[in-house]
C-alpha cells in the first residue's frame, strides 16, 4: 500500500500539518492509515496525545536512521496509506524515507515562485532514484496561500514551475484557522465542530480536494 512522505529542507512550512490533513481526509473515507512520525521532535506524538483518534489511523515513532525502512515496510503491510513526517534538515533517515516511498510531497510556503528551496528537496530524492533503483515520483505543492489569492489557479503555478521542471501538484492547502487548531485541539477536521474554529467548511473542502489530488497522482506514477 502507498507509502508517502512529506520532505522539505526547510523547516516549519508545513510538513506535519500537510501529513495529518491528508491522514484526517484517508481515515474518514474509512481507510486504514499509519502516521510515521520520523522527526526527532515527536510532532505527530504530541499530537496523537491531545485527543483519540479516528479508528483506523495511528501513529509509529521512529526517528531511528536503523530501523526506519523496517518501521515505514511494517506499516505498509498492515495499512491502506502510510504516511512519513520527516523534520527539516537533511538527514540519512530522510534518504532511507524516501527510497521507500511511492509518493514524495514537497511542501512550499510561498505565494511566489520558490523554485530554489523546491530544487534542494527534489535533489535529495533524485539521489534516491539511484539507490532505489527506480524513478520515484515526486510533487512540489503550496502550503498556507493566502484564501486572498485562492483564485490563482493550479495551473498558474504549474506553469511557474514547469520553467524550473520541477512538478506541481495541482492542488494547494490554503492558511486556515482550522488547520493550526488541529495541533491546539488535536485529532483531524472531521472531529472538529464549527464552533470550535471559523471557515470549518472551507478548510474541510480544501482538504478533500487536496487528498484527492494526491490519489490521484499516486494512480498516475511518475511524471
Ligand atoms: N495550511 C495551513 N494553514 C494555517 N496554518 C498552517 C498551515 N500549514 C501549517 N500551518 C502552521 O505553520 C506552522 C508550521 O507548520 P508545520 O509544523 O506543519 O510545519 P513543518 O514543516 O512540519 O515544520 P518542521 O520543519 O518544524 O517540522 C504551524 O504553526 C502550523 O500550524
Ligand atoms: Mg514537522
Known sequence: MPVISLVSSKGGVGKTTSAVVLAGEFAAAGRKVVLVDAD???????????????????????????????????????????IVDLEGTATDRIGFAVARSDLVLIPLQSSVLDAAEAAKSVKLVRQMWKVANREIPYRAF???????????????????????????????????????????????????ESADVSGLNGARENARNFAQTVINTLRGGAA
Open 142 to 192: 503550496y502550503t498556507r496561500v493566502p484564501p486572498a489569492i485562492r483564485e490563482r489557479t493550479a495551473r498558474d503555478i504549474e506553469r511557474q514551475f514547469s520553467d524550473a521542471e520541477i512538478p506541481t501538484l495541482p492542488a494547494t492547502l490554503i492558511d486556515r484557522a482550522a488547520y493550526r487548531a488541529l495541533f491546539s485541539l488535536g485529532g483531524t477536521l472531521h472531529e472538529l
Open 40 to 82: 526527532p521532535n515527536r510532532p505527530l506524538e504530541a499530537w496523537a496525545r491531545l485527543r483519540a483518534l479516528p479508528e483506523t489511523m495511528r501513529v509509529v515513532t521512529d526517528d531511528s536512521a536503523e530501523t526506519i525502512i523496517d518501521t515505514i515496510e511494517d506499516a505498509r503491510a498492515g495499512a491502506d496509506f502510510v
